[in-house]
């Protein structure tokens, strides 16, 4: 009995000792491992926007921005910090953008995409199709910028969070507004529209009657099963019970919610068009 108790107490002992030694470890690595990241994103900075002086930094919801300025209070630059959904977790990047909003640089930062597969993400051959690239462009998969065979969901996790990240940037600090839907001026009938989503264009039949929306239907689309049952039919429930587009889209699937906002977006666009 008096061998169990002291062998208890052994453990006990021990474990307190690790537990204050991994305590101590971490206490004393975490700064370190944060200085040099922070030295890191600085040699970041200065190599895409070598004339920035000072930056401000600007929160949006799940994305940081970094505006850069020059000794003359000119704005050089904006550095985005987004993370995405990729196939095997969260892919957390950097997105240069120059002062016109052009794609100048994209820095993965940390992914867990499968090794000789999925970190395409991190190549040259991938990401040099969006440079100069910017908010006029619609980076729409399959067009203007491609996936990579095998590694899919990667690919069209990036080109879908680059495409959005990119509208933000330039509704947010470089004066683009976006398109105001005015639906109750939707002259009553079905239309039809597109957009990009995560995996391709998503297209829908919007119905409209008495200035109300009140049908939405998808009608083709090629999204991640799993993800894409997180958006549909809840945004477009959202859209009817609020009759607006400004809805939540933070659903797990954000890219998926976007693309059928934007999909709705344009069947109504197109409808005031042909109406007047």
């Given at each position: 009995?008096?061998?169990?108790?002291?062998?208890?107490?052994?453990?006990?002992?021990?474990?307190?000792?690790?537990?204050?030694?991994?305590?101590?470890?971490?206490?004393?690595?975490?700064?370190?491992?944060?200085?040099?990241?922070?030295?890191?994103?600085?040699?970041?900075?200065?190599?895409?926007?070598?004339?920035?002086?000072?930056?401000?930094?600007?929160?949006?919801?799940?994305?940081?921005?970094?505006?850069?300025?020059?000794?003359?209070?000119?704005?050089?630059?904006?550095?985005?910090?987004?993370?995405?959904?990729?196939?095997?977790?969260?892919?957390?990047?950097?997105?240069?953008?120059?002062?016109?909003?052009?794609i100048i640089d994209i820095i993965i930062i940390s992914?867990?995409?499968?090794?000789?597969?999925?970190?395409?993400?991190?190549?040259?051959?991938?990401?040099?199709?969006?440079?100069?690239?910017?908010?006029?462009?619609?980076?729409?998969?399959?067009?203007?910028?491609?996936?990579?065979?095998?590694?899919?969901?990667?690919?069209?996790?990036?080109?879908?969070?680059?495409?959005?990240?990119?509208?933000?940037?330039?509704?947010?600090?470089?004066?683009?507004?976006?398109?105001?839907?005015?639906?109750?001026?939707?002259?009553?009938?079905?239309?039809?529209?597109?957009?990009?989503?995560?995996?391709?264009?998503?297209?829908?039949?919007?119905?409209?009657?008495?200035?109300?929306?009140?049908?939405?239907?998808?009608?083709?689309?090629?999204?991640?099963?799993?993800?894409?049952?997180?958006?549909?039919?809840?945004?477009?429930?959202?859209i009817i019970a609020d009759q607006n587009l400004d809805?939540?889209?933070?659903?797990?699937?954000?890219?998926?919610?976007?693309?059928?906002?934007?999909?709705?977006?344009?069947?109504?666009?197109?409808?005031?068009?042909?109406?007047?």
């Amino acid at each position: 009995m008096r061998n169990i108790l002291r062998l208890s107490l052994t453990l006990v002992v021990v474990g307190i000792v690790s537990a204050a030694l991994l305590t101590g470890m971490y206490n004393l690595t975490t700064p370190i491992i944060a200085e040099r990241k922070e030295a890191e994103y600085r040699e970041s900075l200065q190599c895409c926007f070598p004339e920035f002086d000072t930056f401000e930094t600007v929160e949006l919801e799940e994305d940081k921005f970094d505006l850069l300025y020059d000794q003359d209070g000119d704005l050089v630059g904006i550095m985005a910090t987004a993370v995405q959904q990729g196939y095997d977790g969260d892919i957390t990047y950097n997105l240069a953008f120059d002062g016109e909003g052009k794609i100048i640089d994209i820095i993965i930062i940390s992914h867990s995409e499968t090794p000789g597969v999925g970190e395409v993400i991190t190549t040259d051959d991938f990401q040099e199709q969006f440079m100069g690239k910017s908010y006029e462009d619609p980076l729409t998969t399959g067009e203007d910028v491609d996936t990579v065979s095998g590694a899919t969901i990667s690919t069209s996790s990036m080109i879908g969070s680059i495409r959005r990240v990119t509208g933000v940037a330039a509704e947010s600090f470089l004066g683009v507004e976006s398109e105001e839907i005015d639906i109750v001026s939707v002259p009553d009938g079905v239309y039809s529209g597109s957009a990009p989503g995560a995996g391709g264009p998503i297209s829908v039949e919007v119905e409209v009657s008495g200035g109300e929306i009140i049908r939405i239907d998808v009608l083709d689309q090629n999204e991640t099963p799993t993800y894409y049952i997180e958006s549909y039919p809840l945004i477009p429930e959202q859209i009817i019970a609020d009759q607006n587009l400004d809805v939540d889209t933070k659903t797990g699937a954000t890219l998926s919610a976007e693309g059928i906002i934007n999909a709705v977006r344009d069947a109504l666009s197109g409808a005031l068009e042909d109406g007047s």
